[in-house]
Protein backbone atom coordinates (compact mmCIF):
# COMPACT_ATOMS: atom_id res chain seq x y z
CA UNK A 1 0.00 0.00 0.00
CA UNK A 2 1.47 3.47 -0.93
CA UNK A 3 -0.67 5.82 0.94
CA UNK A 4 -1.89 3.66 4.34
CA UNK A 5 -0.03 2.26 6.72
CA UNK A 6 -1.30 -0.33 8.70
CA UNK A 7 -0.22 -3.66 10.77
CA UNK A 8 -2.51 -6.41 11.11
CA UNK A 9 -3.46 -9.43 13.63
CA UNK A 10 -5.78 -12.05 13.17
CA UNK A 11 -7.86 -13.16 15.99
CA UNK A 12 -9.49 -16.94 16.07
CA UNK A 13 -13.24 -17.23 17.58
CA UNK A 14 -15.40 -20.22 17.62
CA UNK A 15 -18.47 -18.71 16.77
CA UNK A 16 -17.60 -16.30 13.93
CA UNK A 17 -14.25 -18.10 13.11
CA UNK A 18 -11.18 -15.50 12.40
CA UNK A 19 -11.31 -12.17 12.12
CA UNK A 20 -8.42 -9.61 11.48
CA UNK A 21 -7.92 -6.70 13.56
CA UNK A 22 -5.72 -3.99 11.77
CA UNK A 23 -4.61 -0.66 13.16
CA UNK A 24 -4.36 2.17 10.13
CA UNK A 25 -2.76 5.46 9.53
CA UNK A 26 -3.56 7.76 6.45
CA UNK A 27 -1.27 10.82 6.35
CA UNK A 28 -3.06 14.22 6.10
CA UNK A 29 -0.78 15.38 3.10
CA UNK A 30 -1.83 12.24 0.85
CA UNK A 31 -4.58 11.38 -0.67
CA UNK A 32 -6.24 7.78 -0.51
CA UNK A 33 -6.16 5.12 -3.45
CA UNK A 34 -8.76 3.44 -4.44
CA UNK A 35 -6.43 0.39 -4.72
CA UNK A 36 -4.51 0.86 -1.68
CA UNK A 37 -8.38 0.35 0.48
CA UNK A 38 -9.04 -2.59 -1.25
CA UNK A 39 -5.83 -3.76 -0.43
CA UNK A 40 -6.48 -3.33 2.88
CA UNK A 41 -9.61 -5.49 2.68
CA UNK A 42 -7.87 -8.15 1.04
CA UNK A 43 -6.15 -8.92 4.31
CA UNK A 44 -9.12 -10.52 5.47
CA UNK A 45 -12.54 -12.24 4.92
CA UNK A 46 -13.62 -10.26 8.30
CA UNK A 47 -11.98 -7.14 9.28
CA UNK A 48 -11.85 -4.80 11.21
CA UNK A 49 -9.70 -1.38 10.25
CA UNK A 50 -9.19 1.15 12.53
CA UNK A 51 -7.55 4.55 13.21
CA UNK A 52 -6.52 7.73 11.63
CA UNK A 53 -7.43 8.07 8.18
CA UNK A 54 -7.71 11.36 7.61
CA UNK A 55 -11.15 10.90 5.76
CA UNK A 56 -13.94 13.02 6.71
CA UNK A 57 -17.38 13.08 5.41
CA UNK A 58 -20.85 13.60 7.18
CA UNK A 59 -21.54 10.18 7.31
CA UNK A 60 -19.42 8.85 9.91
CA UNK A 61 -20.31 12.22 11.79
CA UNK A 62 -17.30 14.67 10.43
CA UNK A 63 -18.26 18.27 10.41
CA UNK A 64 -16.91 18.67 6.79
CA UNK A 65 -15.64 16.62 3.58
CA UNK A 66 -12.26 16.78 2.31
CA UNK A 67 -11.28 14.69 -1.10
CA UNK A 68 -10.22 11.82 1.17
CA UNK A 69 -13.48 11.33 2.14
CA UNK A 70 -14.88 11.28 -1.07
CA UNK A 71 -12.83 8.80 -1.96
CA UNK A 72 -13.70 6.31 0.67
CA UNK A 73 -17.76 6.77 0.05
CA UNK A 74 -17.43 6.23 -3.49
CA UNK A 75 -15.20 2.72 -2.53
CA UNK A 76 -18.00 1.92 0.34
CA UNK A 77 -20.27 2.73 -2.31
CA UNK A 78 -19.44 0.12 -4.40
CA UNK A 79 -18.78 -2.46 -2.03
CA UNK A 80 -21.56 -3.51 -0.03
CA UNK A 81 -20.17 -5.68 2.86
CA UNK A 82 -17.69 -3.03 3.92
CA UNK A 83 -19.00 0.02 5.95
CA UNK A 84 -17.70 3.20 8.18
CA UNK A 85 -18.74 4.03 11.77
CA UNK A 86 -17.54 6.99 13.68
CA UNK A 87 -17.81 8.14 17.25
CA UNK A 88 -20.27 11.43 17.66
CA UNK A 89 -17.86 13.42 19.76
CA UNK A 90 -14.49 14.65 17.78
CA UNK A 91 -11.31 12.73 18.12
CA UNK A 92 -8.96 15.47 17.66
CA UNK A 93 -8.93 19.28 19.38
CA UNK A 94 -7.19 21.05 16.54
CA UNK A 95 -4.86 22.86 19.09
CA UNK A 96 -6.55 26.38 18.59
CA UNK A 97 -5.71 26.31 15.09
CA UNK A 98 -8.64 24.45 13.67
CA UNK A 99 -12.24 23.23 14.49
CA UNK A 100 -11.96 20.11 16.59
CA UNK A 101 -12.85 17.18 14.45
CA UNK A 102 -13.84 13.17 13.58
CA UNK A 103 -10.18 11.77 12.10
CA UNK A 104 -10.26 8.36 13.76
CA UNK A 105 -13.22 6.08 11.69
CA UNK A 106 -13.52 2.33 11.89
CA UNK A 107 -14.13 0.43 8.28
CA UNK A 108 -15.95 -3.13 9.25
CA UNK A 109 -15.93 -5.64 6.53
CA UNK A 110 -18.27 -9.09 7.07
CA UNK A 111 -18.52 -8.73 10.87
CA UNK A 112 -21.70 -10.14 11.77
CA UNK A 113 -21.84 -8.34 15.38
CA UNK A 114 -23.13 -4.57 16.81
CA UNK A 115 -21.03 -2.16 17.04
CA UNK A 116 -19.79 0.40 19.23
CA UNK A 117 -17.71 3.45 18.78
CA UNK A 118 -16.73 6.19 21.76
CA UNK A 119 -14.29 8.75 22.45
CA UNK A 120 -11.93 8.30 25.53
CA UNK A 121 -10.52 11.41 26.90
CA UNK A 122 -7.57 10.28 27.98
CA UNK A 123 -4.03 11.63 28.22
CA UNK A 124 -2.38 14.70 26.79
CA UNK A 125 -2.41 14.58 23.22
CA UNK A 126 -4.26 16.44 20.57
CA UNK A 127 -5.87 13.20 19.48
CA UNK A 128 -8.24 11.42 21.70
CA UNK A 129 -8.11 7.46 21.54
CA UNK A 130 -11.19 5.78 20.40
CA UNK A 131 -12.64 2.54 21.78
CA UNK A 132 -14.73 -0.21 19.59
CA UNK A 133 -16.56 -2.45 21.71
CA UNK A 134 -17.77 -5.65 19.34
CA UNK A 135 -20.83 -7.57 20.73
CA UNK A 136 -22.40 -7.00 24.26
CA UNK A 137 -19.94 -6.10 26.61
CA UNK A 138 -19.08 -7.82 29.17
CA UNK A 139 -20.54 -7.45 32.60
CA UNK A 140 -19.10 -6.30 35.86
CA UNK A 141 -18.16 -9.17 37.77
CA UNK A 142 -18.63 -11.92 35.44
CA UNK A 143 -16.43 -14.95 35.45
CA UNK A 144 -13.31 -16.68 33.10
CA UNK A 145 -12.61 -20.04 32.80
CA UNK A 146 -9.10 -20.94 33.00
CA UNK A 147 -7.90 -24.33 31.91
CA UNK A 148 -4.03 -25.63 33.14
CA UNK A 149 -2.51 -28.82 31.26
CA UNK A 150 -0.38 -31.06 33.38
CA UNK A 151 2.44 -31.93 30.69
CA UNK A 152 3.73 -34.31 32.59
CA UNK A 153 0.95 -36.23 32.68
CA UNK A 154 -0.09 -35.58 29.12
CA UNK A 155 3.37 -37.19 28.53
CA UNK A 156 2.37 -39.67 30.36
CA UNK A 157 -0.76 -40.70 28.76
CA UNK A 158 0.62 -40.67 25.68
CA UNK A 159 3.02 -42.98 26.24
CA UNK A 160 0.77 -45.47 27.70
CA UNK A 161 -1.89 -45.23 25.00
CA UNK A 162 0.09 -44.51 21.58
CA UNK A 163 1.71 -47.33 19.75
CA UNK A 164 3.76 -47.45 16.66
CA UNK A 165 1.56 -49.13 13.92
CA UNK A 166 3.08 -51.29 10.66
CA UNK A 167 1.99 -48.64 7.82
CA UNK A 168 2.10 -50.28 4.15
CA UNK A 169 -0.92 -48.70 2.13
CA UNK A 170 -2.61 -44.90 2.21
CA UNK A 171 -5.64 -46.38 3.97
CA UNK A 172 -3.50 -47.42 7.02
CA UNK A 173 -1.54 -44.18 6.54
CA UNK A 174 -4.76 -42.20 7.14
CA UNK A 175 -5.98 -44.61 9.85
CA UNK A 176 -3.16 -44.11 11.79
CA UNK A 177 -3.40 -40.31 11.31
CA UNK A 178 -6.48 -39.93 12.85
CA UNK A 179 -5.75 -42.38 15.40
CA UNK A 180 -3.35 -40.33 16.45
CA UNK A 181 -5.28 -37.21 16.34
CA UNK A 182 -7.84 -39.05 19.01
CA UNK A 183 -4.94 -39.88 21.27
CA UNK A 184 -3.49 -36.27 21.67
CA UNK A 185 -7.41 -34.96 21.99
CA UNK A 186 -7.74 -37.80 24.97
CA UNK A 187 -4.64 -37.41 26.47
CA UNK A 188 -4.51 -33.51 26.41
CA UNK A 189 -8.41 -33.99 28.20
CA UNK A 190 -7.39 -36.04 30.81
CA UNK A 191 -4.37 -33.63 31.68
CA UNK A 192 -6.33 -30.44 31.82
CA UNK A 193 -8.25 -28.70 34.74
CA UNK A 194 -10.47 -25.85 34.38
CA UNK A 195 -11.02 -23.45 36.98
CA UNK A 196 -14.03 -20.95 37.30
CA UNK A 197 -12.62 -17.43 38.75
CA UNK A 198 -14.03 -14.23 38.94
CA UNK A 199 -13.51 -11.57 36.77
CA UNK A 200 -11.52 -8.62 37.36
CA UNK A 201 -11.78 -5.72 35.27
CA UNK A 202 -7.77 -4.71 36.73
CA UNK A 203 -5.64 -6.04 38.26
CA UNK A 204 -4.88 -3.84 40.71
CA UNK A 205 -8.06 -3.46 42.37
CA UNK A 206 -10.96 -1.31 42.89
CA UNK A 207 -10.16 2.84 42.06
CA UNK A 208 -10.72 4.77 44.98
CA UNK A 209 -14.28 6.93 45.05
CA UNK A 210 -12.38 10.00 44.85
CA UNK A 211 -10.20 9.04 41.65
CA UNK A 212 -13.12 8.02 40.11
CA UNK A 213 -14.74 11.49 40.41
CA UNK A 214 -11.38 12.72 39.76
CA UNK A 215 -10.70 11.32 36.60
CA UNK A 216 -14.92 12.12 35.29
CA UNK A 217 -14.06 15.61 36.05
CA UNK A 218 -11.09 15.80 33.57
CA UNK A 219 -13.27 14.17 31.00
CA UNK A 220 -15.84 16.86 31.18
CA UNK A 221 -12.47 19.41 31.23
CA UNK A 222 -11.41 17.82 28.21
CA UNK A 223 -14.51 18.05 26.62
CA UNK A 224 -15.22 21.91 27.23
CA UNK A 225 -11.42 22.09 26.48
CA UNK A 226 -12.13 20.94 22.66
CA UNK A 227 -15.48 22.64 22.20
CA UNK A 228 -14.22 26.01 22.97
CA UNK A 229 -10.60 26.14 22.79
CA UNK A 230 -10.39 28.75 25.36
CA UNK A 231 -6.58 28.69 26.73
CA UNK A 232 -8.47 28.77 30.64
CA UNK A 233 -10.07 25.95 29.93
CA UNK A 234 -7.12 24.17 28.62
CA UNK A 235 -4.78 25.27 31.59
CA UNK A 236 -7.60 23.97 34.18
CA UNK A 237 -7.64 20.56 32.21
CA UNK A 238 -3.62 20.39 32.55
CA UNK A 239 -4.29 20.79 36.41
CA UNK A 240 -6.49 18.06 36.47
CA UNK A 241 -4.19 15.94 34.56
CA UNK A 242 -1.81 16.27 36.71
CA UNK A 243 -3.84 15.64 39.66
CA UNK A 244 -5.52 12.36 38.22
CA UNK A 245 -1.90 11.21 37.43
CA UNK A 246 -0.92 11.91 41.22
CA UNK A 247 -3.98 10.19 42.62
CA UNK A 248 -3.17 6.89 40.18
CA UNK A 249 0.81 6.75 41.01
CA UNK A 250 -0.78 6.85 44.81
CA UNK A 251 -2.74 4.33 43.80
CA UNK A 252 -0.61 1.98 42.49
CA UNK A 253 2.15 2.11 44.87
CA UNK A 254 -0.12 1.87 47.77
CA UNK A 255 -1.76 -1.63 46.46
CA UNK A 256 2.03 -2.99 45.55
CA UNK A 257 2.90 -2.13 49.12
CA UNK A 258 0.19 -4.63 50.60
CA UNK A 259 0.54 -6.69 47.61
CA UNK A 260 4.34 -7.37 48.90
CA UNK A 261 3.39 -7.40 52.44
CA UNK A 262 0.90 -10.27 51.70
CA UNK A 263 3.86 -12.17 50.47
CA UNK A 264 5.85 -11.61 52.66
CA UNK A 265 4.00 -13.94 55.00
CA UNK A 266 5.52 -16.67 56.07
CA UNK A 267 2.47 -19.10 54.25
CA UNK A 268 3.63 -17.64 50.98
CA UNK A 269 7.53 -17.56 50.75
CA UNK A 270 6.90 -19.38 47.45
CA UNK A 271 4.59 -17.14 46.11
CA UNK A 272 8.15 -14.28 46.60
CA UNK A 273 9.96 -16.79 45.19
CA UNK A 274 7.47 -16.28 41.82
CA UNK A 275 6.98 -12.76 42.55
CA UNK A 276 11.06 -12.00 41.75
CA UNK A 277 10.99 -14.87 38.70
CA UNK A 278 8.36 -13.13 37.27
CA UNK A 279 9.97 -9.60 37.51
CA UNK A 280 13.33 -10.99 36.75
CA UNK A 281 12.79 -13.06 33.22
CA UNK A 282 12.68 -10.85 30.40
CA UNK A 283 9.85 -12.67 28.30
CA UNK A 284 10.32 -13.57 24.56
CA UNK A 285 7.31 -13.56 22.66
CA UNK A 286 6.95 -16.85 20.48
CA UNK A 287 8.32 -16.49 17.11
CA UNK A 288 5.44 -16.87 14.45
CA UNK A 289 5.74 -20.13 12.10
CA UNK A 290 6.41 -19.41 8.71
CA UNK A 291 5.45 -21.33 5.82
CA UNK A 292 6.64 -21.52 1.82
CA UNK A 293 4.87 -18.28 1.15
CA UNK A 294 4.79 -16.31 4.48
CA UNK A 295 3.51 -16.51 8.01
CA UNK A 296 0.61 -18.78 8.57
CA UNK A 297 -2.52 -18.34 10.74
CA UNK A 298 -5.28 -20.93 10.12
CA UNK A 299 -4.89 -24.24 11.58
CA UNK A 300 -4.41 -26.12 8.16
CA UNK A 301 -2.07 -23.60 6.77
CA UNK A 302 -0.14 -24.32 10.16
CA UNK A 303 -0.60 -28.14 9.32
CA UNK A 304 0.63 -27.90 5.92
CA UNK A 305 3.77 -26.39 7.08
CA UNK A 306 4.75 -28.56 9.31
CA UNK A 307 3.91 -31.52 7.08
CA UNK A 308 5.94 -29.38 4.14
CA UNK A 309 8.99 -29.39 7.15
CA UNK A 310 8.95 -33.00 7.83
CA UNK A 311 9.24 -34.24 4.14
CA UNK A 312 11.78 -31.50 3.93
CA UNK A 313 13.80 -33.74 6.37
CA UNK A 314 12.69 -37.21 6.34
CA UNK A 315 13.96 -37.70 2.70
CA UNK A 316 16.51 -39.19 1.39
CA UNK A 317 19.76 -37.60 1.02
CA UNK A 318 20.66 -35.98 -2.48
CA UNK A 319 23.68 -34.68 -3.72
CA UNK A 320 23.68 -32.65 -6.53
CA UNK A 321 26.97 -32.44 -7.31
CA UNK A 322 28.77 -36.06 -6.33
CA UNK A 323 32.57 -36.42 -6.62
CA UNK A 324 32.86 -39.71 -7.78
CA UNK A 325 36.79 -39.37 -7.76
CA UNK A 326 36.31 -38.90 -3.72
CA UNK A 327 33.80 -41.79 -3.43
CA UNK A 328 36.30 -44.24 -5.08
CA UNK A 329 39.22 -43.08 -2.87
CA UNK A 330 37.15 -43.44 0.56
CA UNK A 331 36.29 -46.81 -0.93
CA UNK A 332 39.48 -47.70 -1.45
CA UNK A 333 41.17 -46.57 2.08
CA UNK A 334 38.38 -48.84 3.74
CA UNK A 335 39.53 -51.76 1.97
CA UNK A 336 42.81 -51.13 2.93
CA UNK A 337 44.78 -53.31 5.43
CA UNK A 338 45.85 -51.59 8.57
CA UNK A 339 50.22 -52.43 9.21
CA UNK A 340 50.31 -53.81 13.05
CA UNK A 341 51.28 -51.89 15.37
CA UNK A 342 54.17 -54.07 16.32
CA UNK A 343 56.10 -53.82 12.93
CA UNK A 344 55.31 -50.00 12.67
CA UNK A 345 57.07 -49.77 16.04
CA UNK A 346 59.88 -52.32 14.83
CA UNK A 347 60.50 -50.00 11.87
CA UNK A 348 60.80 -46.34 13.90
CA UNK A 349 63.40 -48.61 16.13
CA UNK A 350 65.51 -49.66 13.09
CA UNK A 351 65.65 -46.11 12.00
CA UNK A 352 66.98 -44.93 15.18
CA UNK A 353 69.56 -47.27 15.76
CA UNK A 354 70.84 -46.16 12.89
CA UNK A 355 70.98 -42.53 13.24
CA UNK A 356 72.22 -43.21 16.38
CA UNK A 357 75.60 -45.45 14.90
CA UNK A 358 76.89 -42.49 12.94
CA UNK A 359 75.71 -39.86 15.54
CA UNK A 360 78.29 -37.07 16.59
CA UNK A 361 78.16 -37.73 20.44
CA UNK A 362 80.42 -40.48 21.41
CA UNK A 363 77.80 -41.55 24.20
CA UNK A 364 74.99 -42.29 21.93
CA UNK A 365 77.38 -44.22 19.51
CA UNK A 366 78.93 -46.12 22.28
CA UNK A 367 74.84 -47.31 23.26
CA UNK A 368 74.02 -48.75 20.32
CA UNK A 369 77.47 -49.81 18.86
CA UNK A 370 78.78 -53.38 20.81
CA UNK A 371 79.58 -56.62 20.72
CA UNK A 372 76.84 -59.14 21.48
CA UNK A 373 77.71 -62.33 23.56
CA UNK A 374 77.25 -65.31 21.99
CA UNK A 375 74.15 -67.09 23.98
CA UNK A 376 70.73 -68.47 23.16
CA UNK A 377 69.67 -65.10 24.76
CA UNK A 378 71.39 -61.85 24.40
CA UNK A 379 70.93 -59.12 27.09
CA UNK A 380 72.39 -55.87 27.19
CA UNK A 381 75.25 -55.04 28.94
CA UNK A 382 74.96 -52.72 31.94
CA UNK A 383 77.76 -50.57 32.14
CA UNK A 384 77.95 -49.52 28.80
CA UNK A 385 77.80 -46.22 28.95
CA UNK A 386 81.41 -45.11 29.53
CA UNK A 387 83.15 -41.92 29.01
CA UNK A 388 85.43 -42.77 26.26
CA UNK A 389 88.13 -40.68 27.56
Known sequence: MQTIEAIAVGIRTERYGEITVASCYHPPNRTVEIQDLEALMAIGPALIAIGDFNAKALDWNCLTQNYSGAVLKRFLANNNDVHAVGPEEPTYDGQGR????????ALLKAIPLQVQLEVVYEGSSDHSPILLTVGEPTPPGGTVTKRRTNWAQFRAEMQRNTALPRIETVDELEAAVMTLETDIHTAEARSTTETVEIFRQDYVGELPHATKLLIRERRSARRRSIRTGDPVDRNA?????RRVRAALDEHFNERWRKHTEEINEGAHERNLWKLQKILRTQRKPIPPIHGERG?????SEKAEAFADSFELQCRENQLVNEDEDHEEEIERRRDLEWTPLREVIRTKATKAFEKATVHTNPLVREAVDYEAEDRTTHKRPKTQLRDPG
Not at 237 to 241: A, D, V
Not at 295 to 299: A, D, E, P, Q, S
Open 237 to 241: LNQLS
Open 98 to 105: TRPDVLDI
Open 295 to 299: IVRTN
